[in-house]
């Protein structure tokens, strides 16, 4: 992009998880007065508060530019950590209203996959130890209930960096082992403490380990751009794997941010077959081609790479980019396709990726930025939006899901004069609710209908008249299928 805006330029669009009340309409012969519209918010600053899911809080995502028509369909997933509002993996749509939420975890890479011809939700959970990750990979189905737990092989534990799922249902993921080895080549101890980057392919249904590959043996620690800490007794982390992937021809392309480069990874041998960048690159770099404590390497259909190239930390670059680079393996040269700017030029001291969506848009999340972007394939920005605070997303992704809770819709019944009552419907994670049916009645099992309204956000309002010790709501779709009940509660003053 050759474009610059200011961030005063964008349009901005609140990304409220309750709008305002619905009118309902009438079923049967009830007088109008039964009828009213209220004014509802879900936000409560950079934090969203729900009156039917108190315990869900939340970031508010605000957008930037709104979504052009030409953007590719589906949700945006995030996994919120380090700022406003609880931590969790966390799906919006494209206005930055709430579709599901899962609160205190500390996730990374949360995305849709396919496990066993099913659509999954996954992500790393765990805790952070010197930049990596000491945790585990989970397994949701569009239920929302947990499939499966995998753990890293040969008495490792997972590092937060990747887990993806391939066709054949095995799983890729990193791995830091603190080990030791030489390191004076880089002004160290003859024998130091160093973390070694290592990458596994797993059998998720056995957990025995198909592949395993060691950066020490194959990548020197002169490789790295980093120096040893000054403190002796810390590891290196001289390699910094973060992303892997298996290529067509079933080999592996590792990433790894501390060398500024790109493996290509013989899966027989564990052997190095070439290097993209960094101080030993087999490739020409081509003008703009250089990248810098970059993520996210991929294998693009058409046989290009792309990359997410953070450009920091400490500085190397103006500003981070996505970039697209074209590999000539006859003649060893790179060369850049294009390269995916952000307006506010934001600078990702860490953490970030780069998609490539099938209708060939790019989306794009900005590490310890706060931004995800989508640009249509030239390089236009066509849909914005935007973490509150300091709040950071590792990694950020636009995907189809349909999700059909377990769990009951929830519901919250305030009293107000006058038999006036506002009743508020939520049901975390269901996609397929185009309509809310207000139920009434003497008893949970005297229920009748009072009308019904459209569905508004995350939680939607309710007004009705109605002097009926108990309410519930009833979920329903676009073709007035029942999708699911709430218990019924007793309103309160």
């Given at each position: ?142 239920s929302y209930r947990e499939v499966r737990r995998v753990r890293a092989g040969n008495g490792y534990r997972g590092d937060l960096h990747e887990f993806s799922i391939t ?327």
């Amino acid at each position: 992009m050759s474009a610059r805006h200011t961030r005063r330029e964008f349009i901005k669009v609140a990304g409220a998880g309750v709008v305002g009340a619905t009118l309902l309409n009438t079923l049967g012969c009830r007088p109008p007065d039964w009828i009213s519209t209220i004014a509802s918010s879900g936000r409560a600053g950079s934090t969203h508060s729900f009156r039917s899911r108190p315990d869900l809080g939340p970031p508010v995502m605000e957008v930037n530019v709104r979504a052009s028509d030409n953007v590719a369909p589906g949700y945006v997933f995030v996994g919120p950590k380090k700022g406003e509002g609880q931590d969790g993996p966390m799906i919006v749509d494209d206005h930055g209203r709430l579709v599901w939420f899962a609160r205190d975890r500390y996730v990374t890479d949360f995305k849709a996959q396919s496990y066993r011809g099913e659509p999954v939700l996954t992500w790393w959970e765990g805790g952070i130890v010197a930049g990596h990750g000491v945790g585990e990979y989970v397994i949701f189905d569009s239920s929302y209930r947990e499939v499966r737990r995998v753990r890293a092989g040969n008495g490792y534990r997972g590092d937060l960096h990747e887990f993806s799922i391939t066709p054949r249902d095995t799983a890729l993921i990193t791995i830091y082992a603190e080990t030791r080895t030489d390191l004076s080549p880089v002004g160290g101890p003859r024998v130091g403490p160093v973390w070694e980057g290592i990458a596994q392919e797993l059998d998720i249904e056995t957990g025995e380990v198909l592949f395993e590959w060691r950066s020490l043996e194959h990548v020197g620690v002169e490789e790295s751009y980093r120096g040893p800490p000054e403190d002796r007794s810390e590891p290196f982390d001289y390699f910094h794997i973060n992303s892997i992937e298996v290529d067509p021809d079933g080999d592996f392309l590792i990433d790894a941010k501390g060398t500024w480069a790109v493996y290509k990874v013989d899966r027989g041998s564990g052997g190095v077959l070439w290097r993209l960048g960094g101080k030993r690159s087999d490739f020409e770099m081509g003008p703009g081609t250089r990248f810098a404590y970059q993520h996210d390497a991929r294998r693009q259909r058409e046989g290009t790479i792309t990359i997410f190239d953070n450009g920091a930390s400490p500085q190397v670059h103006e500003q981070s980019r996505g970039i697209v680079v074209e590999l000539d393996i006859d003649a060893m040269t790179a060369t850049l396709v294009r390269e995916y700017t952000h307006p506010e030029e934001p600078l990702a001291t860490s953490q970030g990726n780069m998609q490539v969506l099938p209708n060939g848009n790019v989306f794009i999340g900005w590490g310890t930025e706060p931004f995800l972007s989508e640009y249509s394939k030239d390089g236009k920005l066509i849909f914005d939006i935007e973490l509150p605070g300091e709040t950071q997303s590792y990694r950020a992704f636009r995907l189809p899901w349909g999700g059909r809770p377990d769990e009951d819709p929830a519901v919250a019944v305030e009293k107000g004069p006058d038999d006036k009552v506002t009743v508020y419907a939520s049901w975390n994670g269901a996609t397929e609710v185009s309509t809310w049916q207000v139920l009434a009645g003497a008893s949970p099992d005297e229920l009748e209908p009072l009308g019904s309204g459209p569905w508004k956000g995350f939680e939607t309002a309710l007004a009705v008249r109605t002097e009926e010790p108990y309410v519930a709501v009833r979920a329903e779709d676009d073709s007035g299928r029942v999708l699911g009940t709430s218990e019924a509660v007793k309103p309160r003053s």
